[in-house]
Each structure stands twice: as structure tokens, then as C-alpha cells.
Nanobody, 118 residues
């Protein structure tokens, strides 16, 4: 079992920046993928960005060039740097953990609110 603790998020004006962090603990020694999904009320949860234990990254088209996902060296912490934020980025952001060969997400973080508004 893996536990995820998220931090960061908050309120920012359009064009501003925020950084999300997700610290993993537990059985994380196998090859894995971590990242974030986001969800707005009434809509499905969509993937934002992911990074494998080999540091291969994938981004949603809507955030390419604005968001950067990284793994802190020597830790089990993943960070999402969000720049040039837009109102449409407003959502609850959920950190996730997946063993590389699992069919689906194994663990979710508690979620953190990101609001982009003038």
C-alpha cells in the first residue's frame, strides 16, 4: 500500500504560478508512475501530467509548455510546477500512484484545490 500526501494549490491570478507537491510513502520500490489528474464538478477526472520512475514524462495537450512535472532526486516526491495559469485550469488536482504494470491507478491523494481567478 502506498500513501500520498499532497501540498500546494490555492488561489492565483491568471498568468500566475503555483507548485503542487506529492510525497509518497509505503511500498514504492517497484517501477511506478506518479502524477496528477484534475476534476471540475460535473465532469470526469482528466490526466494532467505523469512521470515514471525512469523519469519519462507525459503531459495533456492543454498544459504543454506551461506545466512541468519532476521527481525530487533521492526522494519519493513528485512536483508539478504550473506557470501561466489560466481560469480553465481551475479544478481539484489529485495526485496518483500506479505500479508500472498495473491496469489502473493504485492510490490517490486527498486532492487540492487550484483556483485561477482575477
Amino acid at each position: 500500500q502506498v500513501q500520498l500526501v499532497e501540498s500546494g494549490g490555492g488561489l492565483v491570478q491568471p498568468g500566475g504560478s503555483l507548485r503542487l507537491s506529492c510525497a509518497a510513502s509505503g511500498n514504492i520500490n517497484s517501477a511506478n508512475v506518479m502524477g496528477w489528474y484534475r476534476q471540475v464538478p460535473g465532469k470526469q477526472r482528466d490526466v494532467v501530467a505523469s512521470i515514471s520512475s525512469g523519469e519519462f514524462t507525459i503531459y495533456a495537450e492543454s498544459v504543454k509548455g506551461r506545466f512541468t512535472i519532476s521527481r525530487a532526486v533521492g526522494t519519493n516526491t513528485v512536483e508539478l510546477q504550473m506557470d501561466n495559469l489560466k481560469p480553465e485550469d481551475t479544478a481539484i488536482y489529485y495526485c496518483f500512484f500506479k505500479y508500472y504494470f498495473s491496469d489502473g491507478i493504485n492510490n490517490w491523494g486527498q486532492g487540492t484545490q487550484v483556483t485561477v481567478s482575477p
